[in-house]
């Protein structure tokens, strides 16, 4: 079926979509100090200078992958790891490690610099949870306990549509514990609090008929209010803050001793808005969304409507929150997340703008809207500052490689060119979550040194990219063993020893992946602890209570102090990074079709919300009725995994379809109360989904590195040309 195209406005030698060039005149660039004729016409060259090069990084990439291929596919019989690793180096694949790189980044604002915290990662078409993000600053860690597991159903305790005060009178004896862990007395306990007050500049604790004050005088950095009775009273540990709310006439504080009705914990240090892995933006009426939420928090102006419970609800950027200082002074804290924005892949291409007839690369185009949007907020015209240095954050995903990482810096040269930017005000941070950016991060690190704000381990995008690197090698271990295999152990440690080597303590970011299991909140309080304490400063959550929730492992955990006894440890070796996860084992036919059930399910339950609603990101109910938050990333690796067992004959194609049709009818079932939803398992050859998720996996070995865009995009635009 043909899919419609949009009206296009000729400007130059571009052709632009029409909801493109009315975003861009009338909302982006009124304001910016850009006329239209320079915006255009500085797009058009700098697509005409580095589009062609983008082209060659791209067959490069083809490149070394044919030459990988065919190495593996020698030397499968008798593969020996010390000589794969030289045969990386001969082909430019390993590159030469610099002997010293330091990082030169200026002017980069304290939650990338020197705050270690959460990051929330959230879906840029999304205005409600754009929003949630870059609000989820601060968060009750009475309401993130309450309405969570973290909390058990048990012994009276269970969570419903009411108030339960047995469920109540343990949140608040799990914050009184937060309290004394983090903020204690000098004597006694703040279970024991009756009262807060403030005294020549210091926190007083009544404690029945005696005072305590902290053991650590500096943790009280300000209160609100009176003195004798402030309602807000403001601490401080490894840089993050909990203010305390008194409020004797809240229901909550009302029967607290002490008045203490919450808990604000500081919680999502820095959001990232996507415009990539999380949102389904295959048209310009898609893309101009995207762009316009970003406008609009940059602007502070944004907004989003809503009924909830009955009720309607308007949401807006959160202001900041003022104090006094405990020395008298006023004390301003941030309101809001720092917020980056994270641009598409260098592979995408986009029909929203084209030359001479040619789709131009989507990234280009990102780059350009989204530094003039964040022009907007380095004026200063709106009612608040997102970045207090004049920076601009740019996160750039999947690049490979190092020449790569120099093509995005001249890219970031033309955009601060073009739009009277100083130079470096745009801010890059690295992905590292593709084989041969991880495998030369120092390099990498070098090329952006005095613009790099951030490295990630993304290590689901990491693991898409091994398997199909592999892809001849063999076929893979089962995705649960490959948490535990060497090179992504290896590739870890990699990321923070790189990082410290490089120079980012105390200057950039060095992050760590997502949790993806927004309902198993007790779960990610018992294990994601191990992210700062591997020396992450930022590591990745779904949600704002999981924000605020992953927060108390950095009130735990001195991240600062873990750098420095890492910043010794030997580094992982290119063999150990580049080890193969190959099954060494026979599967029995019981292992083999669970994993395939496991990946067919997790594959169709994201793609037919992405393809029949438009949906990028989402929790996913997984096999079990468990939910999972299933993005581009996470569908790489089900479908690479699938298209690798099928390589290597470990399932067939009649079994592969067969498990998708019956999957099928589990995924409808489990949307079966979404009024929305449009069943696959009645027509499964009509069902445009079932055929995306299932071109996914046939055609998945021929895929460029793996990546799922292009057959999505296809299928979603279909959908839409089809009413849907």
């Not at 820095?270 to 892995?277: L, R």
């Not at 870890?492 to 080597?501: I, K, S």
């Not at 109910?621 to 067992?645: C, F, K, Y």
């Not at 021929?702 to 990546?707: E, I």
């Amino acid at each position: 079926m043909a899919v419609t195209l949009e009206a296009m406005v000729t400007v130059g030698s571009l052709n632009v979509a029409e909801p493109i060039h009315t975003f861009v005149g009338s909302h982006l660039l009124p304001g910016s100090g850009v006329d239209p004729d320079s915006f255009w016409a500085a797009l058009e060259a700098t697509v005409r200078e580095l589009g062609p090069r983008n082209r060659e990084l791209l067959n490069r990439r083809d490149d070394l992958q044919a030459q990988i291929d065919a190495y593996l596919i020698e030397h499968r019989a008798s593969f020996d790891q010390s000589a794969y690793v030289t045969f990386l180096e001969t082909i430019g694949y390993l590159e030469p490690t610099p002997s010293s790189v330091q990082l030169a980044t200026t002017g980069v604002d304290p939650e990338i610099a020197s705050i270690a915290g959460a990051q929330l990662v959230v879906p840029l078409d999304n205005a409600r949870y754009a929003l949630n993000a870059a609000n989820a600053r601060w968060g009750s860690l009475y309401d993130a306990l309450y309405g969570t597991d973290v909390i058990a159903d048990t012994d009276g305790a269970e969570a419903g549509r009411g108030y339960n005060p047995v469920r109540g009178a343990r949140v608040i004896a799990w914050a009184r514990d937060f309290l004394d862990a983090h903020f204690p007395l000098d004597d006694g306990s703040h279970h024991d609090a009756t009262g807060y007050s403030v005294v020549d500049g210091q926190l007083n604790v009544a404690l029945g008929s005696t005072t305590a004050r902290l053991a650590d005088r500096q943790q009280f950095v300000g209160f609100a209010g009176p003195t004798d009775a402030p309602h807000n009273v403001l601490l401080v540990k490894h840089g993050l803050h909990a203010d305390l709310r008194i409020d004797r006439e809240h229901p909550i504080g009302a029967d607290d001793p002490a008045g203490l009705a919450d808990i604000d914990v500081e919680s999502a240090i820095s959001s990232i808005m996507d415009c990539e892995d999380s949102v389904s933006a295959v048209d310009a009426s898609d893309k101009a969304v995207v762009y316009g939420n970003w406008l609009g928090l940059m602007t502070g102006n944004l907004t989003s409507s809503f009924r909830k419970d009955g009720v309607d609800v308007e949401r807006r950027l959160h202001p900041d929150r003022r104090y006094t200082a405990a020395d008298g002074g006023e004390l301003v804290m941030p309101g809001r997340a720092l917020m980056l924005v994270r641009n598409v892949g260098h592979h995408l291409t986009t029909e929203a703008v084209t030359l001479d007839g040619e789709p131009i690369a989507e990234t280009i185009l990102d780059a350009f809207v989204t530094a003039v949007a964040g022009k907007h907020d380095l004026a200063g015209s709106g009612p608040y500052r997102n970045s207090r240095t004049g920076s601009i954050y740019i996160v750039k995903p999947k690049m490979h490689g190092v020449d790569e990482v120099a093509w995005a810096c001249r890219l970031f040269e033309r955009v601060e060119d073009a739009l009277g930017l100083d130079r470096h005000t745009l801010k890059m941070g690295i992905m590292d979550e593709e084989r041969r950016t991880s495998l030369n991060l120092a390099a990498a690190i070098e090329q952006a040194r005095d613009r790099l704000v951030f490295i990630n381990t993304g290590f689901l995008d990491r693991t898409g990219d091994e398997i199909h690197t592999d892809m001849e090698a063999g076929p893979v271990v089962p995705k649960g063993e490959m948490k535990s295999a060497t090179w992504l152990l290896a590739y870890e440690d990699n990321n923070v020893d790189t990082g410290l080597a490089s120079g980012l303590q105390n200057r950039a970011q060095i992050g760590k992946g997502m949790w993806a299991k927004p309902s198993e909140m007790a779960e990610m309080l018992a294990t994601k602890g191990a992210h700062p304490q591997a020396g992450a400063t930022c590591a990745w959550v779904p949600s704002p209570t999981a924000a605020t929730l992953h927060a108390t492992h950095y009130f735990s955990h001195n991240v600062a102090a873990r750098q420095e006894e890492l910043s010794g440890r030997s580094h992982r070796s290119r063999s150990e990074l580049t080890a193969l996860p190959v099954l060494t084992r026979e599967l029995s036919p019981d292992e083999v079709q669970t994993e395939l059930d496991n990946n067919c399910q997790s594959i169709l339950g994201y793609v037919v919300r992405w393809v029949g609603q438009g949906v990028g990101c989402s929790t996913v109910p997984d096999i079990d009725n468990i939910g999972l938050m299933e993005d581009l990333a996470t569908l790489r690796i089900s479908s690479q995994h699938v298209a690798n067992w099928l390589h290597h004959g470990i399932v067939d194609h009649q079994q592969v379809q067969a498990t998708m049709e019956r999957m099928a009818i589990a995924v409808d079932d489990q949307n079966a109360g979404d009024d929305a939803y449009q069943a696959m398992a009645t027509s499964y050859t009509d069902s445009i989904p079932f055929q995306a998720a299932l071109a996914l996996v046939l055609d998945g070995r021929s895929q460029p590195n793996g990546y799922t865009e292009s057959v999505l995009r296809s299928h979603r635009r279909r959908q839409k040309a089809a009413g849907n």
